[in-house]
Nanobody
Framework: QVQLVESGGGLVQAGGSLRLSCAVS????????MAWYRQAPGSERELVAA???????KYADFVKHRFTISRDNAKNTVSLQMNSLKPEDTAVYYC?????????WGKGTLVTVSS
């Protein structure tokens, strides 16, 4: 089992920055992909950024060059640095990992970007 707890969400003005963090606990060995998704009101959940166990990264086009995903193995965290935030980035952000073909999700953290 893997437990995920997100933190770092909040209210920020357009153009500002936030750093989301996800604490990963439980059975961590065997984790393949770690990622951040988001879901805006009335919209489907969408991938924001992903980090493979080999270190490869993937970003949605709408966050390229603004967001950075990273992993701290010593602290068992995965983070999302978000810069140049836009009102359309407003959403609940979810931490995700897949381990041995099972998906795990956090409960989400709300990010609100005011114009």
């Amino acid at each position: 089992q893997v437990q995920l707890v997100e933190s770092g969400g909040g209210l920020v003005q357009a153009g500002g920055s936030l750093r989301l963090s996800c604490a990963v606990s439980g059975t961590i060995s065997g984790i393949n992909t770690m990622a951040w998704y988001r879901q805006a009101p009335g919209s489907e959940r969408e991938l924001v950024a992903a980090l493979s166990s080999g270190g490869g990264t993937k970003y949605a086009d709408f966050v390229k060059h603004r967001f950075t995903i990273s992993r701290d193995n010593a602290k068992n965290t995965v983070s999302l640095q978000m810069n140049s935030l836009k009102p359309e980035d407003t959403a609940v952000y979810y931490c995700y990992v897949d381990r041995l073909a099972r998906d795990y999700w956090g409960k989400g953290t709300l990010v609100t970007v005011s114009s």
